[in-house]
Structures are given as structure tokens and as C-alpha cells.
């Protein structure tokens, strides 16, 4: 046996020889979380062990580059090259995978010394499925070379326990070369100092330059620690450069145990050892621990009743929507901002990873009424990004701005807040941001505020780009009227209706423009091309129905209702497939061009309720809810996209929807679930119950809030905070 080590090591150890016996029962509604769901086909979800809205996401890595590896892991791989520290969630662009462990019995085997080598790739291990198992907050495999690994985490803190499955000796690799995708390390450092192996890994990548940190402690003494750059052993305690590796060795009996706990930190390594020693815990406590986070942030919504299928798909979707944005901030408040600089919060939570083109629509919305006290934080962290970047974020991560997708959308994550009454925040600075990033020369927008749109053959994306900020120049002119800036709130609202300069009435689409007016030629509304086009990661027949914050006014350019109810239909029944060599995968989930598994699609099938036509908005929603969602490993039809398409899932199974995601109104749909109960923060409850609801009864004949019939297509947010119960009847016609 080995001599225990170190004050932690001995309290680590001392409660593993109990804690499996004496460990509580997991939580109920964990059990209807699966995280594997959308680990196969497009969904990019990684399977491993993460805290809600934490800064680790400790997950296994296949090693493998493509686009279905963007969270490292895809159910259709056989190998694991390693355990890494951070993981995107559902992201159509790969990154992260850093500080990555890999524990092995078998002999290493290192690399002919080439630069791009990756010790850990290098002895990847195979697995099976058979052998494999995740929960909330935890994951487990059996790995081929004689490991069973399990992990869990704590807000700042990965946690691995390895068991030996036969004599000899465990090998545990630290890789810092280890790269997938877009990342590739840029400067990196390994040390053991006697206690820690501690270091850093800087990257490029999505994120042009990440920083991360990292202690590491292990609850037996090493044998010896080897140092290796570029696949090959080097001499000494410690290593630099960009290709690096460290291997720890310890003797080991079969069924010995090792844990590894793992602090991370953006700011430097004593950052990452504060966060190592204040999130010290033994893996049962800490499995424990996050398990009851786990369950108390999906208590938010209980009671639910439904089949068996559908509570796994839903309190899936609703995990799903609380991974991300993610803790981005050292125990002591120390972060690092866009600006490059370390700052010090001590009157908001800081965070990353706003994946907004996406999450603005609904993922956002939700959680207004999930988790509200986030909201204030989210905002604050925007505001501190727009003071040192001089933008609000587009698409934050890790520090940086990736400036990836369209529009400026933390615009309506802030106007949706002040909307719903949320404050904490300086809303004179919120009003400084958003007036500044609409008035930005960038991405088109000098154009646009020029001819009322953005000309074809001056910017790609050219429709996709205009619609977009049409709706941001809506919620800013919302966001005017509440703050009591009139004569702007009349200049948004003017600017938010550009789209109907996009509209062709002898088409009926929207259509790329010219400077000089004329239509751009060709015309194909089934094309797409990813490289260049007027829409993003779509087509004609999808864009042409972004305009989610004037539904009146989208359907006055079609000439009548009758016709607008007619070309939406057709949109979920053409049958032809999209044309074009370079066509988005994106374009994915498709019930004729509707195209589920991209977000610009999301708020359609509650156009038909808007057009006079609620029936088929809840046959569609539950098609799409019975077809494009399931509890299967491939059970997403598309990228989950950092929970924007759980979000959708959330909202729609408990019968109503953010049609317009900064207006403060639920648009009434169809539920799947029989009953739920969403237990606000504030103490009240908000009860929804379908009576008759089944397969066959979709529609809501009938809708009844508090006991009165509801008499419009719609909820109000107030009316969700302040309690109540929301009862549908449901029927077949």
C-alpha cells in the first residue's frame, strides 16, 4: 500500500474506504436525466461530470477531430484519449478540452518526438458502452488499459477517482499538447513543487487566446513524475513549451484507489490552488454535493406528470438549460476580463460562454423563471464586457469575443430583463451599451442604418444579418418605452421594420437586395451555401418568417391571412430538400423546409396561433416535440447549442412559448406533460394541468387561468411569478 500523503490525501482516503457504503440515494429527478441523450448524431453534448452553470465540465475526450467532436465526445466512438477539465455544450465550433488526464496500467508508450504529437492520443484506451454511465454530476467508464475511471465535480474543481483492475503500475498522463479541432496550445508549463503538479495551458483557438490554470493533488505519494516535451522525456521537475506532459507514477495493487483533484482558474495557479483547497471534498461528498445541486436546480419544476419517455426527454432538456454560461470566476472574485487584464468582482457572479444568436430566443427567457437571481449576474458580466471591449458580447468564451453569428443580441437578454421588471444592475449603463452597439460600423451595420438594409453584394448574409437586427432594434425601442426615452423608442421602432424592405410580394419571400433596389439574381429559395449566401445556415423558406416581433406586420405583406396561414403550411410540407454543394449541416430536423435543428426556426409553429389558427400550432408543436425529440443517444435533431434547443423543449411541453423573447409573453401551444408545477423562487407556484391530454387530444379546446377562461392566445410572465394555475382541456378537434 501506498504511505498517504498530505492533510487532504489522508481525509480523501479515509473516506473512501466508507463513503460507497453510507452515500444517499440519488435524488429522483436525476433519474430522469440522461446525458447522453444528443451525444450522437448532430447534438455535441458531452456526457461527463459538471456542477449547474459550473466552471468544470470533466468529461472524456475520444481524441478525435471533426465537427461531431465539438464537445470532445461522440457516442459513435470506441476510444478514449482522456478526462479534460472543460467542455462546450452543444456548439456547432469546437474548443476547450483542457488540462486532460489519462489513467492507464498498460506500459506508456511515448511519441517519435514531432511537435504535434499528443502523449495521451498517443495511448488512447478502447471502451465500451457496456462499461459506461452518467448522471448528473457524475460519470463513470472501464477502460481498456485496466482503469475504471469515475469523475465528478465541484464549481471550480474536477474530481477523478481511479480504481486498478489488476497488479502493477497505474500511470496517470497529464497532457497539456492534447488538442481537437480549433484548439491548438500556445504556451504551456508543468511543475511538481513536492505537494502539487501544478502549471498552465494558454491556447488559441474559437477563443483567440485562452488562459488557463491549474493545480492538481493526488491522494497518494507518487513513485515518480517524468517530464515530456514533444512525446519524448526531458529531465528534471519541471516543463515548458507548447507540446507538453507530465507522467505520474504510483505502484498499485489491484483494487487500489487513486483521486486526483483538479482546481482550474483564468487568472493564474494560485488562483487555481485557492479554488483546489476551498473546493476540497472527497469524490462521495462531492458526487454527493453536486447531485444535490442538481436536484435542487431541476426542483425548479416538480411534480411533473407524463409517460416515462417524455419525463426523461424533459428533465433532460431542462439539464440541458442550466450547464450554460458557465462560472468564469477564482473563489476570491479575481477573473479575466476580454480586455486581457485580471479584475476583482465583489458584487456580481462573473460568467462565459454566451452562446447569444442561440439563446436569446428562449434559452434566456427560461431562465427569467427558473433561475432568476442568474439574471442580474449574466447582465452585469455583459456590461463589464461592453466597459472593457467597447461591444457588448456577440458570442463570449473564455474571455474572449469569437464575434460569431449575427446581430447584437445580448440586446434582448437586457431588454427582456428590464421588461420583466429585473433590476440589480445599472440600467443607465445597460441603455449607454445597447444605443452603442446598434450604432456600430461593423458586420453591415453602417449599411443597414444606410438603405434600411444590407445590400447583397456588400456583406454576406445579408437577410439573415437585417432580420436579425430588426429584432434587436425592436427590443431597444421596448427597452426606450420603459426607460422613458420616447423620441428613440419611435426611431427603433422605425429601424426594427427595415424586414419589410426584404420582402418580395411576387414571391413571397425574403430575398437578398441590391444597393441600387433591384432583387439579387439568381433566385433559388430552397439554396443555401455556407460560405456565401444572404441567410445563416439556412434558406428563403426558413428566413422568411424571422420576424417574431411583428407578426401583425408580417402577415399585412402577405395581403391577407388566408395566405399567410397557406405559404406557412407550405413551409411544413414542401418536400424537396435543400439545394446547394455548400448547404449548412446545421440545416437539420426537417419537417418539410422547416428546419428544427436551427434556431432562426424555433418561434414558427406559434405563427399559425398569431395568424388566427391556434389548432395547427399545437398539432405542429406536438409533432415536433413526438418526432425531433426523444431519449434516445441521438434524441437531438440538432446542435443543443449551449440549451437553446432544450429551452424550446421546456417551454413547449409545458404548453406555451416566448414567441417574441423580449415582450414578457408565453404563447399558448399544446403540453405533453399531464401536469407540472413550477415552484418560483419568490414562493410561489405555478401550476399547469392538461386534463384529457393524450396522443390524440392536442389541442387545447379550452384554457383556463385561475379558474377563468383565458380568452387570448397567451400568458403573461407576471402572470407565471406571481402563481396561479393554468388548466388546458384538451381535445382532438
Not at 426607460?483 to 429601424?495: A, N, T
Not at 420576424?547 to 411544413?572: A, C, K, M, N, Y
Not at 405555478?686 to 383565458?710: C, D, H, Q, R, W
Amino acid at each position: 500500500m501506498q504511505m498517504k500523503y498530505g492533510v487532504l490525501a489522508a481525509v480523501i482516503i479515509t473516506a473512501m474506504l466508507s463513503a460507497s457504503c453510507s452515500r444517499k440515494k440519488t435524488p429522483d429527478l436525476l433519474s430522469h436525466v440522461d446525458p447522453f441523450i444528443g451525444t450522437l448524431a448532430h447534438g455535441h453534448v458531452f456526457p461527463g461530470a459538471t456542477t449547474p452553470f459550473g466552471m468544470v465540465q470533466l468529461s472524456p475526450d475520444n481524441g478525435t477531430n471533426g465537427w461531431d467532436w465539438c464537445s470532445g465526445y461522440h457516442y459513435s466512438d470506441t476510444v478514449i484519449s482522456g478526462f479534460s477539465h472543460t467542455h462546450l455544450s452543444g456548439t456547432g465550433i469546437g474548443d476547450l478540452a483542457d488540462i486532460l488526464f489519462l489513467p492507464s496500467m498498460d506500459e506508456i508508450r511515448f511519441d517519435t518526438g514531432t511537435p504535434a504529437s499528443s502523449l495521451a492520443r498517443h495511448n488512447k484506451s478502447a471502451f465500451s458502452h457496456a462499461n459506461e454511465y452518467a448522471s448528473p454530476g457524475y460519470y463513470t467508464v472501464e477502460l481498456g488499459n485496466g482503469v475504471r475511471t469515475e469523475l465528478t465535480a465541484t464549481q471550480r474543481t474536477g474530481i477523478q477517482r481511479y480504481t486498478c483492475l489488476r497488479d502493477g503500475t497505474l500511470a496517470v498522463i497529464l497532457d497539456l499538447g492534447f488538442a481537437i479541432n480549433w484548439d491548438r496550445p500556445a504556451e504551456c508549463f508543468i511543475e511538481y513543487d513536492g505537494r502539487y503538479l501544478k502549471g498552465f495551458r494558454n491556447s488559441s483557438g474559437w477563443a483567440r487566446m485562452q488562459y488557463l490554470s491549474f493545480a492538481t493533488l493526488f491522494s497518494l505519494k507518487p513513485d515518480s513524475i517524468l517530464m515530456v516535451r514533444n512525446g519524448l522525456p526531458v529531465e528534471g521537475s519541471e516543463v515548458s513549451g507548447q507540446n507538453i506532459a507530465a507522467v505520474i507514477y504510483f505502484t498499485a495493487d489491484k483494487g487500489t484507489q487513486l483521486t486526483v483533484s483538479t482546481g482550474i482558474s483564468a487568472t493564474d495557479t494560485a488562483g487555481a490552488v485557492l479554488n483546489l483547497v476551498t473546493g476540497a471534498a472527497t469524490f462521495d461528498k462531492a458526487r454527493k454535493q453536486a447531485e444535490d445541486a442538481w436536484a435542487n436546480h431541476l426542483g425548479v419544476i416538480s411534480g411533473v406528470e407524463a409517460d416515462e419517455k417524455t419525463l426523461r426527454v424533459f428533465y433532460t432538456a431542462l439539464y440541458h438549460t442550466m450547464i450554460a454560461p458557465n462560472l468564469y470566476m477564482d473563489t476570491d472574485g479575481r477573473y479575466r476580463g476580454t480586455d486581457g487584464s485580471i479584475h476583482k468582482t465583489g458584487t456580481f457572479t462573473n460568467y462565459t460562454v454566451f452562446s447569444l444568436w442561440d439563446t436569446y430566443r428562449a434559452a434566456h427567457p427560461l431562465l427569467t423563471i427558473t433561475r432568476p437571481a442568474l439574471v442580474p449576474d449574466m447582465i452585469n458580466t455583459m456590461l463589464n464586457i461592453y466597459s472593457q471591449q467597447g461591444k457588448l458580447p456577440v458570442w463570449s468564451l473564455a474571455g474572449n469575443e469569437t464575434d460569431c453569428m449575427v446581430g447584437y443580441h445580448a440586446v434582448p437578454v437586457i431588454a427582456d430583463a428590464i421588461r420583466k421588471g429585473f433590476s440589480g444592475f445599472d440600467k443607465q449603463l445597460a441603455w449607454e451599451a445597447v444605443i452603442h452597439s446598434s450604432m456600430m460600423d461593423f458586420r453591415g451595420l453602417d449599411h443597414y442604418r444606410r438603405y434600411g438594409y444590407i445590400p447583397s453584394e456588400l456583406e454576406n448574409e445579408s437577410v439573415a444579418k437585417t432580420l436579425e437586427y430588426c429584432i434587436d432594434d425592436w427590443c431597444i425601442s421596448q427597452m426606450a418605452g420603459d426607460l422613458g426615452f420616447r423620441d428613440d423608442s419611435i426611431e427603433y421602432h422605425r429601424r426594427s421594420q427595415f424586414y419589410r424592405n426584404l420582402f418580395d410580394a411576387n414571391t413571397l419571400f425574403m430575398r437578398g437586395r441590391m444597393s441600387d433596389g433591384s432583387w439579387r439574381e439568381p433566385f433559388e429559395p430552397l439554396y443555401s451555401n455556407h460560405r456565401e449566401d444572404d441567410y445563416t445556415e439556412g434558406n428563403a423558406w426558413q428566413y422568411t418568417w424571422l420576424v417574431p416581433h411583428d407578426t401583425e406586420g408580417l402577415i399585412s405583406l402577405f395581403g391577407s391571412r388566408e395566405l399567410f396561414i397557406q405559404r406557412l403550411d407550405s413551409l411544413f410540407r414542401i418536400d424537396e430538400s435543400v439545394k446547394g454543394e455548400h448547404a449548412s449541416p446545421d440545416i437539420s430536423g426537417l419537417i418539410g423546409q422547416y428546419a428544427h435543428g436551427n434556431e432562426p426556426s424555433h418561434h414558427i409553429a406559434y405563427l399559425f396561433s398569431m395568424a388566427g389558427e391556434p389548432e395547427m400550432t399545437a398539432l405542429m408543436v406536438r409533432r415536433i416535440m413526438d418526432e425531433l425529440y426523444t431519449d434516445e443517444k441521438d434524441g437531438l435533431c440538432g446542435n443543443e447549442d449551449c440549451g437553446q434547443m432544450s429551452a424550446w423543449y421546456v417551454f413547449s411541453a409545458l404548453g406555451f412559448y416566448p414567441l417574441n423573447p423580449a415582450d414578457g409573453k408565453y404563447v399558448i401551444g399544446s403540453p405533453a406533460v399531464n401536469r407540472a408545477v413550477i415552484n418560483n423562487p419568490n414562493g410561489t407556484k405555478f401550476t399547469i394541468i392538461a386534463e384529457n391530454n393524450s396522443p390524440l387530444n392536442k389541442i387545447a379546446g379550452e384554457v383556463f387561468l385561475n379558474g377563468v377562461p383565458l380568452g387570448r392566445n397567451f400568458i403573461w410572465h407576471h402572470e407565471v411569478v406571481a402563481g396561479g394555475e393554468l388548466r388546458f382541456i384538451m381535445k382532438s378537434e
